[in-house]
């Protein structure tokens, strides 16, 4: 799971110094620590990605539910006459898409991707939808303002 390689001090000094090879795996962070052999370890390295998807995809998950309800929350609750609210959800669709692109796509399985997706997709279309008929009404109100005068 991990690569550890222990360098003994003289007894004067308590430090462990830990050198890491080259590996690549899915970092764990944990503000509390796990304590292998006495050490507190805050960073961990998991390699076997049959190991990772389950937390990967627990993650992703959590993070895509509450976007998705922070998402169907402000077109629910917002009258959006200026369209800063449906531009709001598509920076935030795009970047829920970029961060799942950069960090967990290599631990997710293409169906689990292709199922945020197509939610992801649903709701981008609606906020389009939204800012074309607020840009159409904003143009009519200018053409009728110009006719007035």
């Given at each position: 799971?991990?690569?550890?390689?222990?360098?003994?001090?003289?007894?004067?000094?308590?430090?462990?110094?830990?050198?890491?090879?080259?590996?690549?795996?899915?970092?764990?962070?944990?503000?509390?620590?796990?304590?292998?052999?006495?050490?507190?370890?805050?960073?961990?390295?998991?390699?076997?990605?049959?190991?990772?998807?389950?937390?990967?995809?627990k993650k992703v998950n959590k993070k895509f539910d509450?976007?998705?309800?922070?998402?169907?929350?402000?077109?629910?609750?917002?009258?959006?006459?200026?369209?800063?609210?449906?531009?709001?959800?598509?920076?935030?669709?795009?970047?829920?898409?970029?961060?799942?692109?950069?960090?967990?796509?290599?631990?997710?399985?293409?169906?689990?991707?292709?199922?945020?997706?197509k939610k992801l997709q649903i709701l981008q279309k609606?906020?389009?939808?939204?800012?074309?008929?607020?840009?159409?009404?904003?143009?009519?109100?200018?053409?009728?303002?110009?006719?007035?005068?």
């Open positions: 799971m991990y690569s550890v390689q222990k360098i003994k001090f003289p007894k004067k000094s308590k430090k462990l110094n830990i050198t890491w090879e080259n590996i690549h795996g899915f970092l764990m962070t944990s503000k509390k620590g796990i304590v292998i052999e006495e050490n507190d370890i805050f960073h961990l390295e998991v390699m076997n990605k049959k190991m990772v998807n389950p937390m990967v995809s509450q976007l998705m309800s922070h998402l169907t929350e402000l077109f629910i609750e917002s009258d959006d006459e200026d369209g800063e609210v449906a531009m709001e959800v598509l920076n935030q669709i795009e970047k829920f898409r970029l961060q799942i692109k950069n960090k967990y796509r290599e631990y997710l399985s293409r169906q689990q991707l292709e199922k945020m997706s609606e906020a389009t939808r939204k800012m074309q008929v607020i840009q159409n009404e904003y143009y009519a109100l200018q053409e009728n303002h110009k006719r007035g005068k």
